[in-house]
């Protein structure tokens, strides 16, 4: 990638059942990732908010409420980013290309949902309208049936992915109990997550409760800038690569089980980062539902098609495996706020990377892979991020 941008700072809101507005989340956000960068708000020069919406809130004119923050940001350039739960990435991307094009030297991005004041109905209608609404099928899934659907083909291509999924629930849950801002810090055993129960029915089958990401409010913000003016910070972690892979929206125009669009964009970010799978130490990637955590082993080149399994069964993607795959706890467990998971997922790589995980620290991190899906896979950010030393 030519120009190289850094991230120098982060905000992050706890995730969950939230009293705070979505006003007051992205002032909370916008506050932190100042202070912790250092910047002056006067120096900030665009400012980019991903929020899905989909008549979720009625604050609409979302972007405006970032200039609330500070008197300083009045007369500063907002605009939102819309791409499904990948409008965090978006908003990114957006923020990254004002940086090149030369508008902007300094990007302020942030990322928030205000999701759980609306019943569960409206909320899986909401974002129901990620999916394609011109056929007659298509247009009456909720995001549940859609990943249901894709477990059973699955099954059906490969073999039974439900242990597999019930252990991928496990682990991210478990990794939540170490992260103070994920929405639920409850462990499940392998028993629990596994079996039909009244506690863990089915909603989609075969998906069960406890394969779903949680509905959640949050917000999260980064600083971006470019990579020479990164020096002058405290803390820097370079973007060595940021790919954007788009593909058809309706799921009967595609092999759905193949992830097409998500190992395309895994390997543009490899080729573009000049890395392999084996020099990243960490990933966040989009967990939404656990068969989309297995499909993605697969798509970012842990096993072959059809045993995304083995990842789990040799330990790779546990906490103290090769791969730790969302230490954070992931979608799963940590919620899904869903303008704001793009922007979470980059600013806890920053905390990885420059050493302010916490409990959730990878030691020694160098190198860590974030992925942000939007919609059945049809939006992919795939972005490999890197420890900048001074």
């Not at 039974?160 to 499940?188: E, G, W, Y």
């Amino acid at each position: 990638m030519a120009d190289k941008i850094s991230i120098v700072g982060s905000g992050h809101t706890r995730f969950g059942r939230l009293d705070a507005s979505l006003e007051d989340m992205i002032v909370e956000v916008v506050r932190e990732a100042v202070q912790e960068s250092g910047i002056d708000p006067a120096e900030i020069d665009a400012v980019f908010l991903g929020h899905f919406n989909s008549g979720l809130v009625s604050d609409g004119f979302a972007s405006s409420l970032i200039h609330q923050a500070y008197p300083a940001l009045r007369f500063t350039p907002a605009a939102r980013a819309e791409n499904a739960c990948a409008s965090g990435s978006a908003a990114i991307h957006a923020g990254m290309n004002a940086i090149r094009a030369g508008t902007a030297r300094t990007v302020l991005v942030v990322g928030a949902e205000k999701m759980t004041h609306r019943s569960t109905k409206d909320v899986t209608r909401a974002l129901a309208g990620a999916g394609y609404q011109n056929d007659a099928d298509e247009k009456h899934l909720s995001f549940p049936q859609v990943f249901g659907i894709a477990a059973k083909a699955y099954t059906e291509r490969y073999g039974n992915p439900l242990d597999a999924m019930a252990r991928i629930s496990v682990k991210n849950h478990a990794n939540a109990t170490k992260n103070p801002l994920a929405h639920m810090q409850k462990q499940f055993t392998f028993e629990e997550a596994s079996q039909v129960t009244d506690k863990n029915p089915e909603i989609a089958p075969p998906l069960r409760l406890t394969d779903c990401s949680l509905v959640t409010d949050g917000a999260a913000a980064v600083v971006l800038t470019s990579e020479t003016d990164a020096a002058r910070f405290d803390r820097a972690v370079r973007v060595r690569s940021a790919v954007h892979v788009s593909d058809l929206l309706p799921m009967k125009s595609r092999d759905f089980l193949a992830f097409e669009g998500p190992e395309r964009a895994f390997g543009l970010a490899f080729e573009d980062a000049g890395v392999a799978l084996g020099d990243v130490d960490f990933a966040e990637v989009h967990d939404c539902f656990t068969i989309a955590e297995l499909l993605t082993y697969e798509a970012m080149g842990l096993a072959p098609k059809g045993q995304g399994a083995r990842a789990l069964e040799e330990g790779t993607v546990y906490r103290d495996g090769a791969l730790p795959v969302n230490l954070s706890g992931g979608l799963k467990a940590k919620g899904h706020p869903v303008g704001a998971t793009g922007v979470s997922m980059h600013a806890l790589a920053f905390r990885q990377l420059t050493g302010q995980a916490g409990e959730i620290q990878r030691n020694g991190a160098e190198v860590g892979l974030v992925f942000n899906m939007g919609g059945a896979a049809v939006a992919n950010y795939v972005s490999v991020l890197e420890a900048q030393k001074a």
